[in-house]
């Protein structure tokens, strides 16, 4: 199968596992399939109360995501390396995030839930960092071409 369609299905697949995890937790969930940028599930509760929710999906033991996103990252023509001026500023919505490691079976798949800035926090410096203690990682790649990045 091609990565791009089967890197869409995992997407596919890990939103309707969070609809379907939040309505065992008696939540109304929806997804919007790709068509809000911000979010990809809304959770509504009892009372009306509403979060929005950005899903990760991944088959292996990643989930990748540009260090654009989250960070300024400029070139230094003189030095010929990346230096990462801070940190960029975060979604005012400030979605939660629930990243989904689809197993090979429904009893594999795994389930962590983050806010945007532990994501931000925890990536910058490390490139990976433990997701709530479990064995997978999420990774912010930064892509180099062969050049040193340094954080300023």
Known sequence: MA???RNLLA???????VCAELTRLELIATTFT?????YDVLATDGECRTVPIQVKATRDKYWRSP????MHINMDEKEQIQRIDGQKQLSPLDPIWICVAVGLTRMDD?????T?????VKGPGTGR??????????????KTNGKQSKIV
């Open 3 to 5: 990565t791009a369609r």
């Open 11 to 17: 997407g596919r697949l890990a939103e309707h596992l």
């Open 34 to 38: 790709h068509n809000v940028p911000t």
């Open 67 to 70: 260090a654009t996103n989250w």
């Open 110 to 114: 795994q389930f962590f839930i983050l």
């Open 116 to 120: 945007q800035d532990d994501i931000q």
């Open 129 to 142: 960092q433990s997701i709530a203690g479990g064995e997978y990682m999420t990774s912010l790649n930064l």
